[in-house]
């Protein structure tokens, strides 16, 4: 479990670094007004406070649950971004082949082919196919 009051912030805050890359939450950060600071914290204590909580999941447990998730909610954006984080949360390539068929089979074959394109793009911008 995470640490409890401030730390789990902290946590949150490190684990997100860590996972989408310092550039990406400098970026987000990097707004002057002082409601989407607020809001970033928001996001990053709910959303990963839940990765940094440690327990029976592991990260790429929840690496690959989030992409289900996300494909499911036709969100293609964050699916983008937790797909270029594959390799710090231990998805391999064969892992997000297999999730697309996943997603096509319960989601639909609109959220399969939408996460295949958004994959295909990522692996394009990352240097080729697998």
Known sequence: MAASGGDDLEAA??????????DYVDAQ???PNPVM??????????????????GALSTRDRSLLVLAMTAA???????????RAKDRTGVTDAELDEL???????????????????????????????
Do not use: K
Request: net charge positive; hydrophobic share 45%.
């Open 73 to 83: 909610l036709g969100r293609m954006e964050e699916f983008a971004l937790h797909a």
């Open 29 to 31: 950060a990097a707004d």
């Open 37 to 54: 600071g607020e809001f970033q914290d928001y996001v990053t204590s709910m959303a990963w406070g839940v990765w940094a909580r440690g």
């Open 100 to 130: 697309l068929f996943q997603i096509a089979a319960y989601c639909g074959a609109p959220a399969g082919n939408a996460a295949t394109r958004a994959l295909q793009a990522v692996r394009a911008e990352q240097g080729g196919g697998h």
């Open 13 to 22: 805050r490190s684990l997100r670094r860590a996972m989408l890359g310092g």
